[in-house]
């Protein structure tokens, strides 16, 4: 792997060696392979196009490769609920990412010997986030054929340009610093599906009705429960007056009808990455801007009788993922507050980006610090401050917040669905598996609006619905059809439901769907298929069962059932 930047050398961390652009006229690139979003889903594409001789560009418009993962999300989902055991569907390279963590943990041992013994302990799959980068880092740099850019972002975050066709084939897309890289095939791995939207391929954001796809849990929910406010909190800036306006976080939004439709997506959150080890430990400080009227909703929680949630250690060397929201009760979760960043511009989402940063930190010390709580919630964030050895370059808070939602690719012939893992629902067959899914319907809250004069959290799915169970999702669910694009694959953008995509978000199940393109990418290439859509499948399941992919869902070790209650 090389590190490469496209135009300038400004910005570069001083750790990249080597950048191969001096020139500042915009450049034109060229690959078998280019990868839009250093993602996890990115790079594991990378990864396995350059191990099969096909030249890739990965570009990151961060200054870092390894998405969510490496900005906070070290709890990873795998074996991490007691009501199933999801390691035995990992996907080989995501394997392989963890086996690469273990041994920077000195653990390798343990680790095989729990894979071996189908052990199940969420230990083995966690990590600081500081050594997920350096393992991802280390990874890259051990791959010949892969070239990175970062601080590379595509041109218009797909709103309308960015993107140069020819028919239904993507000629080259173009960067914000006006570069152009031509390949073969394209890969969107970003979470937005930037790349998707300008290729003009059809997709969707936000929830559909129960009617569009009959799933039972779609569309607007009256009696969310999970990671609901436990006590009423009256909404309004004076109690009780409507007139008055609202307070911070809640949104003027009307509850509107059950299982209805809307543009609302799922909260997003930062994943903090915190320690209570004194000596690795840097305190919440008070931001300049800071506004205790901001945190208003928690003084009334607390003040009704809800319980502030405080942070437990989940990741080695005493650090804690904070996840956003909390199983009962007011978490950090933002509903409601993102809902302009799937499709806004590189500046509305970095603007978006530092508000909420703001804000979060602003908390940050406003639980630790203010008398409004109780003595017993500040002195225990007071336990807690950010890691000294996390995020070195921004002042050790998180770069990247969690976009769990963003543009999906909808298909006219097949959309992954709740029935898909449904239990009771008839079997629906798939001739052409990539990977075997097992993770429930997981939707974090979506507004914070008021129901009945008290603020109401609505959306939160988690352990609610029909029983489920492990189900193979098919190749076609990661590529356009012809008619639409060619050669484009986005295993972030499934098309999906809102329902659907929940139960293939997590980062291991991304990194997977991006191997899969990568391989099937190549086939393509080999075999000059008309389109990524007509990939012979024979060719690609061949592939896939030599590199060790788990293709049954009713393997051996898997449950046929899971039930949520
Ligand atoms: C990639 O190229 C190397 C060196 O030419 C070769 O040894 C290897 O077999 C090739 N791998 C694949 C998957 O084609
Ligand atoms: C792992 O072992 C190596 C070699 O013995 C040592 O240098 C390193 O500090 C150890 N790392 C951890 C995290 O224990
Ligand atoms: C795995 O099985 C071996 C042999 O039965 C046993 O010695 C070892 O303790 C087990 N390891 C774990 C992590 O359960
Ligand atoms: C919709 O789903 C329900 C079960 O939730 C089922 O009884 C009904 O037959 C389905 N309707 C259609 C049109 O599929
Ligand atoms: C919400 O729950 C209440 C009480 O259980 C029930 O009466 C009502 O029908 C539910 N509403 C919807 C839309 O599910
Ligand atoms: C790690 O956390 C435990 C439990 O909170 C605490 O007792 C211990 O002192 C911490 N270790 C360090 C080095 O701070
Ligand atoms: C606490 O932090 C110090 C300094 O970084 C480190 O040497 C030590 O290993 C840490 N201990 C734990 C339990 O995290
Ligand atoms: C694919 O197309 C190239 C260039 O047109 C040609 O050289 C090659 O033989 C073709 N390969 C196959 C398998 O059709
Ligand atoms: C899936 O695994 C089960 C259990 O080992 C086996 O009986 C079944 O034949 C397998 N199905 C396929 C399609 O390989």
């Known amino acids: 792997m090389r590190w490469a930047r496209a135009t300038t050398l400004c910005g570069l961390a001083s750790a990249i060696a080597s950048p191969l652009g001096l020139a500042l006229a915009s450049q034109n690139h060229d690959y078998d392979i280019v990868v839009v979003g250093g993602t996890s889903a990115g790079y594991a594409a990378a990864i396995q196009a350059a191990r099969l001789n096909r030249t890739v560009a990965l570009l990151e418009p961060s200054k870092h490769v390894g998405g969510i993962a490496i900005e906070g999300a070290g709890a990873s989902d795998i074996d991490s609920q007691s009501s199933f055991q999801n390691s035995l569907t990992i996907g080989p390279l995501a394997f392989e990412f963890y086996r690469r963590v273990a041994d920077r943990y000195n653990n390798t041992k343990a680790f095989d010997q729990g894979w071996s013994n189908h052990t199940k302990d969420k230990s083995l799959w966690r990590f600081e986030c500081h050594v997920g980068q350096s393992v991802i880092e280390d990874w890259l740099a051990?791959?010949?054929?892969?070239?990175?850019?970062?601080?590379?972002a595509l041109r218009g975050a797909g709103n309308g340009h960015g993107v140069f066709k020819?028919?239904?084939?993507?000629?080259?897309?173009?960067?914000?610093?006006?570069d152009f890289f031509s390949a073969r095939i394209f890969i969107d791995a970003t979470y937005e599906g930037d790349?998707?939207?300008?290729?003009?391929?059809?997709?969707?954001?936000?929830?559909?009705?129960?009617?569009?796809?009959?799933?039972?849990?779609?569309?607007?929910?009256?009696?969310?429960?999970?990671?609901?406010?436990?006590?009423?909190?009256?909404?309004?800036r004076v109690s009780g007056n409507p007139s008055s306006g609202l307070?911070?976080?809640?949104?003027d939004q009307a509850l509107g009808k059950?299982?209805?439709?809307?543009?609302?997506i799922q909260a997003f959150s930062w994943r903090l990455c915190l320690t209570n080890n004194v000596?690795?430990?840097?305190?919440?400080t008070r931001p300049a801007d800071y506004d205790p009227s901001h945190y208003e909703i928690y003084q009334r929680y607390v003040k009704a009788g809800g319980k502030v949630f405080t942070p437990s250690i989940v990741l080695p060397n005493n650090k804690t993922d904070i996840i956003g929201s909390a199983t009962e009760g007011l978490g950090f979760d933002m509903p409601g507050r993102t809902s302009e960043y799937p499709e806004g511009s590189h500046s509305q989402r970095a603007k978006l980006l530092e508000d909420l940063a703001r804000w979060q930190k602003g908390l940050l010390y406003f639980l630790a610090h203010d008398n409004s709580m109780p003595k017993e919630t500040r002195d225990e964030w007071s336990k807690w401050g950010y890691a000294q050895d996390e995020f070195v370059d921004n002042e050790h808070f998180p770069r990247a917040m969690y976009v769990r939602d963003g543009r999906r690719m909808i298909r006219d012939d097949i959309v992954v669905t709740s029935h898909n893992t449904e239990y009771s629902y008839p079997e629906i067959p798939v001739s052409d598996p990539i990977l075997t899914n097992l993770w429930p319907i997981d939707l974090h809250s979506t507004r914070r609006i008021v129901k009945d004069g008290h603020i109401y959290d609505e959306g939160f799915l988690w352990k609610q619905g029909p029983d489920w169970k492990p189900w193979l999702l098919s190749y076609q669910a990661i590529v356009p059809k012809s008619t639409m694009c060619k050669n484009l694959f986005v295993p972030t953008s499934p098309s999906s439901t809102h329902l659907g995509f929940s139960l293939l978000r997590v980062e291991h199940t991304f990194m997977t769907m991006g191997q899969v393109s990568a391989i099937a990418a190549d086939i393509a290439i080999k075999t000059n298929a008309s389109s990524v859509e007509k990939v012979n499948y024979d060719l690609l399941r061949e592939?896939?069962?030599?590199?060790?992919?788990?293709?049954n869902a009713t393997a051996d070790g898997l449950p046929s059932r899971v039930s949520n209650s």
């Open 142 to 152: 051990e791959e010949k054929n892969i070239d990175v850019y970062l601080e590379t």
């Open 166 to 178: 020819s028919g239904e084939e993507i000629i080259k897309i173009e960067t914000e610093a006006r």
């Open 195 to 236: 790349l998707l939207a300008a290729a003009g391929v059809p997709y969707t954001i936000g929830r559909e009705s129960i009617a569009a796809y009959n799933e039972s849990l779609a569309g607007i929910q009256f009696n969310t429960t999970f990671s609901q406010l436990t006590v009423d909190v009256d909404p309004y």
């Open 247 to 251: 307070i911070p976080t809640v949104q």
């Open 258 to 264: 059950a299982g209805d439709r809307d543009r609302n």
């Open 279 to 284: 000596s690795n430990l840097v305190p919440f």
């Open 543 to 551: 592939q896939l069962d030599a590199t060790g992919f788990l293709l």
